[in-house]
C-alpha cells in the first residue's frame, strides 16, 4: 500500500512563503488515483487548499485562491504546495490525500504550518 509522507512545514511570519512536499512509499501516488493538498486549522474541520479533479483540472478552496498552487513531479512520485501571502488563519496542519475510484482515500500524517510573527 503507498504512504503518503508530507514535509516542509514550521514556522512562516505573516505574508511569508512556503513550500510543501508529499512524498510516495511503496509505490506510484498518481497511479489511478487523484490527488490533494488539504489543511485543518485548530478546532476547525479539515478544509480543500487545492486537490486535482477527474477532469485534469486542479481546484483550489476559497480561502488560498491566487495564493496556492499544487504541482506535481511524477519522476520524482512527488505532490508539492506552494503558498504565498500566508495569513495567520492559515496555521494548521496540511495533510496529503490520495483518492481512488469514487471513495477510496488516503492520508499522510500531516505537516504543522504555524504563520505567525
Known amino acids: 500500500q503507498v504512504q503518503l509522507v508530507e514535509s516542509g512545514g514550521g514556522l512562516v511570519q505573516p505574508g511569508g512563503s512556503l513550500r510543501l512536499s508529499c512524498s510516495a512509499v511503496?509505490?506510484?501516488?498518481?497511479?489511478?488515483?487523484?490527488m490533494g493538498w488539504y489543511r485543518q486549522a485548530p478546532g476547525k474541520q479539515r478544509e480543500l487548499v487545492g486537490a486535482g479533479t477527474n477532469g485534469g483540472r486542479t481546484v483550489y478552496g476559497d480561502s488560498v485562491k491566487g495564493r496556492a498552487t499544487v504541482s506535481r513531479d511524477s519522476a520524482k512520485n512527488m505532490l508539492a504546495l506552494q503558498m504565498t501571502s500566508l495569513k495567520p488563519e492559515g496555521t494548521g496542519v496540511y495533510y496529503c490525500?490520495?483518492?481512488?475510484?469514487?471513495?477510496?482515500?488516503?492520508w499522510g500524517q500531516g505537516t504543522q504550518v504555524t504563520v505567525s510573527s
Open positions: 511503496g509505490g506510484n501516488m498518481f497511479s489511478f488515483s487523484r
Open positions: 490525500r490520495r483518492v481512488i475510484g469514487s471513495d477510496n482515500e488516503y
